[in-house]
């Protein structure tokens, strides 16, 4: 079982709300990525980081933002939800060093807006 | 543009029957490829790597073949049972630095007793 941890597992909420998707990871890899999938569906990276203060934005474009201020953890924040954001976020961590290249991830968040 | 492409009808096939699923990649030389399987509502779960200068990569009852002339891999389940029943996902690094992951949009596995 992956050591990575995301919260909450379901979450539905209302059109202009604040949400924040939680992430953290105890297996200490700087590496760290939020996908979205539809289902059905492949994943999208939307951001990723490499360590601490580092942020990236992924292959899909979001209006969502991210912040890493400390290695085990990396929140997705999205400041007004809207239906369209409606999907479900996957978070994964790797150390990609060596041959370590696989990806970690948690359970998933089902983010229904409605 | 890179592509990384799956099979997206499922494979229906009966237990004990070997499993074969294709990932195909276009316009882009991938230094490794990685399978996984992902069950629903769930996160992927990582299962074998196979590298530019591999053929074949084994463990247990699964198989993964890497053929650079094809541009294909092919990743195969011996006496299959219906909890293998799952969908398989196919990745690769598209950078450079191979910092990310790019994955295919997966093939559903469906064994039947």
């Known amino acids: 079982e992956a050591d990575i941890y995301q919260t909450p597992r379901y979450l539905v909420i209302g059109t202009g709300k604040k949400i924040t998707l939680e992430c953290s990871q105890t297996?200490?890899?700087?590496?760290m990525y939020w996908y979205q999938q539809d289902p059905g569906m492949e994943l999208h990276l939307i951001h990723y980081?490499?360590?601490?203060?580092?942020?990236e934005k992924g292959d899909l474009s979001s209006e969502s933002t991210v912040s890493r201020i400390r290695t085990e953890h990396f929140p997705l924040t999205l400041e007004s939800a809207r239906p369209s954001h409606t999907s479900q976020y996957l978070c994964a961590s790797s150390d990609f060093t060596g041959s370590n290249t696989e990806a970690f991830f948690g359970q998933g968040t089902r983010l229904t807006v409605v | 543009s890179q592509k990384i492409e799956q099979n997206s009808e499922a494979l229906n096939i009966q237990e004990g029957k070997t499993a074969t699923l294709t990932c195909n990649y276009t316009?882009?030389?991938?230094?490794?490829l990685q399978w996984y399987r992902q069950d629903p509502g769930r996160g992927p779960v990582f299962l074998l790597l196979?590298?530019?200068?591999?053929k074949e990569k084994r463990k247990e009852r699964l198989k993964v073949t890497f053929d650079t002339t094809l541009k294909q891999s092919l990743f195969h389940i011996t006496a299959s049972q219906p909890a293998d029943s799952a969908t398989y996902l196919c990745a690769s690094p598209f950078d450079s630095g191979y910092s990310t992951l790019t994955f295919g949009k997966g093939t559903m596995l469906l064994v039947s007793p």
């Open positions: 980081s490499y360590g601490v203060n580092s942020t």
């Open positions: 316009n882009y030389s991938p230094a490794y």
């Open positions: 196979i590298r530019e200068n591999e």
């Open positions: 297996m200490g890899h700087d590496k």
